[in-house]
Structure formats: C-alpha cells, structure tokens
C-alpha cells in the first residue's frame, strides 16, 4: 500500500469535485487563434457554432480568460441571449447593461438606458487604451431579428466614436439557418456587421484530442503555483512512480468508440466536452480509494465512467441532428 500523502486541500475543495476547471481541446485553441484574428483585423463580427453539450460556453469562459491575459486592459464581455415570448427593448438593454457592470441596469426609460449603456462602454474602453472591445453572445440562436437590430444601434452609435465592437455570436448550427434567412430578406446589415465568419466548434476528434485534453489534468496545478496537478492530487502515489493521464489517451479514446459503436451510431465519434470531462472526474473520483505506486486506471474503471456520465443516453437525443447535415456554407 502507498504512505499517506497529504494533500494541500480536502477532496470537496478541488476544483475537478467542485467541477470549476477548464482546460484547452483543439477546438478550444482553435476559436482563441480566430478571434485573435478578427480582433486584429477588426472584424466586426462573427458566428461560433456547434451542437449542444459540445462545450461552446465552456470554450467561450477559457477564451476570455486567455484574452484578459493577453490584452490586460481591454473589454471583454458576455451575455447570455434569453428566450422569451415577446421581445421586449427594456429587458434587452437591461441585460447588456448587466453585461457591462452599470448599477443602473434596471431603472430608467429605454432612452435612458440606451445612453447609459454607450456611456459605460465608451468609458470602459477609453480607460482601455484600444479602441476596441469583445462582446459574446451565447445561445445567440435566441436573437430576433428586432434584436439584432438593436445590437447594431449600438454598433453603428460607438462606431461613430470611433469605437469598434467585435460581437461573437455563440449558438447552435440554426445560427447559419439564420445567417441564410437574413440574406434572402436582404437584412445585409445584419450579416455585414455580425455574421462575417464563421467557425464550428468541434468535440474530441481523435485520441490526439483526448490525450491534449488529459494533459491538461497532468500540467494543470491547485492550488495555483504549487506542485500539485489534478492528477497528483488524486493519485499520489501512483504519479510519483510516472502514471500520468496522458498514457492513457488512445484506452480512453478506444472505450468511447466501443460505446459509440455498440450503440449503433452511423456518424462519426465526436465527445462533447462536457461527457469527455464528467467521464475523467468519475474516474478520478473512484481511483482515488484505490491509489498505489504501481496504480493505472484499469479499463473497467474507464468503462463505468463513461456510462456514468450518460455519453450514449446524449447521444441519442443528438442523432437525428449529427446525422443530418449541417446547412451549406459560403
């Protein structure tokens, strides 16, 4: 059996149990390198796409994250786009001025709050020292076309400031349904000033994919700076001997596959990050009681997990939509 190691917090106060982590995929890394580029272009707009639970809004956390580490000063900001009945201009500058931390978000007229929200925005940006901002909208799938065109007011009114506003539209694969409708009604005002990219945001692809993932859980550290990885903290012992997730990426890609196999889906695997994530903390979780020098996660542990965080039951909500295609892009 292994010493008893003592970790530096309790197993409720990690963030894998608390399940308040991200780490980077592929895709991830992907939307980050194109909205880099439409910030140095200056696009003003573009659409991230993919199915549901394939980890958009986790990928849109981490991006944000990443881009307040490389621009320290500038805007970036998110709103999540609801769904209501009737829509409603109040409620919608209401919520962008949430968005932008004004404490006068729900008092006030329209007029009022339109003004208030190019107010805070322009101040916000002036102490920036650029000249622009970010702003994503998630689930934008949700947006009418009223809507958008209150968004451009905003737009076009900073624009005239000199103030360039780079909205990401985040939703699913109607968004490009959308994009096409709008064109066909020649509402180009639309599609020219949010809809000029487009990007689908992928699950896990490959084991190249699974094993990037489990690396993050061998390099990520809590508390921060300290030695402790994800992957130490659950199994010292055997990570002192030089067990790491990573080795265990083609396993874990390989049980995926059987699952996805055996229950009959004719499209090609794709793990939403969402079950990919939830499948390795089960397998940390139950590992942990069984740790030891010479410990690696058997492939009955890999198999429980993924069952436990119901991949296949998604997957079957998912089929009708993965195996249409998706609509034509330009």
Request: glycine fraction near 4%; proline fraction near 5%.
């Amino acid at each position: 059996m292994a010493d008893t190691y003592q970790r530096p917090v309790s197993f409720d106060c990690h963030p894998v149990i608390e399940q308040k982590y991200i780490l980077p995929t592929p895709s991830i890394e992907e939307m980050y390198l194109r909205v880099k580029k439409l910030i140095r272009l200056r696009t003003p707009g573009g659409i991230i796409f993919a199915h549901p639970r394939f980890g958009k809004t986790y990928g849109v956390r981490y991006v944000m994250r990443v881009l307040r580490e490389d621009y320290p000063k500038a805007v970036v900001l998110s709103f999540g786009c609801q769904k209501k009945r009737s829509k409603s201009e109040d409620a919608f500058f209401s919520l962008l001025l949430q968005a932008v931390g004004h404490p006068g978000a729900f008092t006030g007229s329209v007029p009022k709050k339109r003004a208030r929200l190019n107010e805070r925005i322009m101040e916000l940006v002036n102490r920036s020292g650029h000249n622009w901002f970010v702003i994503f909208a998630d689930e934008a799938q949700r947006l009418d076309v009223i809507e958008y065109e209150w968004l451009r007011d905003v737009h076009d009114e900073l624009e005239r400031y000199g103030i360039r506003m780079i909205t990401l539209l985040v939703g699913q694969p109607q968004l490009l349904n959308q994009k096409s409708a709008f064109r066909l009604s020649r509402e180009t005002q639309i599609v020219a000033r949010f809809m000029i990219d487009e990007l689908q945001f992928h699950g896990l692809l490959s084991a190249d994919d699974v094993a990037t993932c489990l690396a993050g859980y061998d390099e990520a550290c809590f508390p921060v700076n300290s030695e402790w990885s994800y992957t130490r903290f659950f199994l010292p012992a055997a990570y002192s001997t030089g067990f790491r997730l990573v080795n265990q990426a083609a396993v874990l890609w390989d049980t995926f596959k059987t699952a996805h196999d055996a229950a009959g889906f004719s499209y090609d695997l794709q793990i939403p990050m969402q079950y990919f994530a939830r499948s390795v903390e089960i397998a940390l979780g139950e590992s942990a009681a069984q740790d030891d020098y010479h410990f690696s996660i058997p492939l009955l542990t890999w198999q429980l997990a993924i069952k436990e965080s119901n991949f296949v039951a998604a997957q079957e909500e998912l089929r009708i939509v993965m195996t249409d295609d998706l609509p034509a892009q330009d």
